[in-house]
């Protein structure tokens, strides 16, 4: 019997996490009841209709789907299947995902309302304010979502329980289960991993010591894998008001052996106030890590870490009064 746990090895290690977040364009959510098999979408309960959807090729899009679902005591039954749609912001400063929800029969319906969105026809949608986290649970891709995710889930459903629109899912496999327990918070798609009670009480609330957030937070998946360290600094530095501004970045040079990315971050405040960050992001061999990524992996595999130096602002744009 296998007794290595990759998440285990993971902490043992001292891995950092920030960088881990997947940066994907839109996420397409759908309510599924488990169980899932390994490689969720071949489960016995998606129709032949979905399967062929996701085999499919989305041209220049960065696309994941995701199967959800949620404790049946921990909502009231319905007999329709959810189908959630995050779609990044269309604009130069953005503070995440925008949301489509659609209450659909069963899942050959959802195969039909996702292909409807994904080729731009306009598909009628329902309005709900709700903040959704999906927590990975899935044991038999890898078994720390089981040993880890589970019981967290159950501790983020009772934490949820009190505070109005917020919706727990367990989640199919998003990556990153060697930080398991592991969430994505939407609709500002931010991923968090190690995470227990109290943490997950920090973020769903945003209150607590911000510097707490610096060990479980594994990135946003609007940037790229080494701006999110840089975004990670500003967000410890700036605190919880971080998460009401609105971000843009750009990359300004990269040397030829890729050590080195010269960076640019910019955040709009709600007064409209713009601040940009200039910074050096370098490959950090001290703090990289070779390791198995998962517990069935055979061999371990490297992980490249960044650290930031010379962060500094560049400038600052004052909003102008004339123009308010």
């Not at 043992?12 to 839109?26: F, L």
């Not at 779609?87 to 995902?97: D, M, N, R, T």
């Not at 409807?116 to 927590?135: A, R």
Request: some cysteine.
């Amino acid at each position: 019997m296998n007794k290595f746990f990759c998440a285990e090895a993971s902490r043992q290690a001292g891995e950092a996490m920030i960088g881990s977040a997947s940066p994907y364009e839109t996420y397409v959510l759908i309510e599924c009841p488990t169980p899932w098999t390994p490689a969720a979408f071949d489960s016995p309960q998606i129709p032949a209709s979905l399967k062929a959807l996701i085999a499919e090729k989305q041209p220049e899009r960065s696309l994941r789907f995701l199967l959800i679902t949620r404790h049946p005591h921990a909502h009231p039954h319905s007999p329709l299947t959810k189908v959630l749609i995050y779609q990044q912001e269309k604009q130069e400063f953005s503070s995440g995902y925008r949301k489509c929800e659609f209450d659909v029969a069963d899942l050959d319906q959802a195969a039909s309302v996702i292909r409807s969105y994904l080729s731009g026809k306009i598909v009628s949608s329902t309005t709900n304010p709700s903040q959704d986290v999906l927590i990975c649970t899935h044991g038999s891709h890898d078994k720390c979502c089981a040993k880890y995710g589970l019981l967290f889930y159950r501790q983020a459903i009772a934490i949820a329980a009190p505070l109005e629109n917020l919706r727990i899912w367990q989640s199919s496999h998003f990556g990153g289960h060697r930080f398991a327990p592991t969430a994505i918070s939407f609709p500002d798609g931010r991923y968090y991993g190690n995470l227990n009670a109290g943490d997950f009480q920090a973020i769903a609330t945003r209150t607590g010591n911000i510097q707490d957030l610096s060990a479980i937070y594994r990135g946003w998946s609007m940037l790229p894998a080494p701006l999110q360290v840089m975004e990670r600094k500003l967000l410890l530095e700036y605190g919880w008001n971080w998460f009401d501004y609105k971000i843009a970045y750009r990359v300004l040079g990269q040397s030829l052996d890729g050590n080195l990315i010269q960076a640019e971050l910019s955040f709009q405040q709600p007064d409209q106030t713009i601040h940009i960050y200039h910074a050096d992001l370098l490959k950090d061999h001290c703090q990289s890590v070779c390791l198995k990524g998962s517990c069935d992996a055979s061999k371990a595999s490297l992980f490249v870490k960044y650290a930031v130096d010379n962060l500094r602002l560049h400038s600052l744009q004052a909003v102008c009064l004339s123009q308010v």
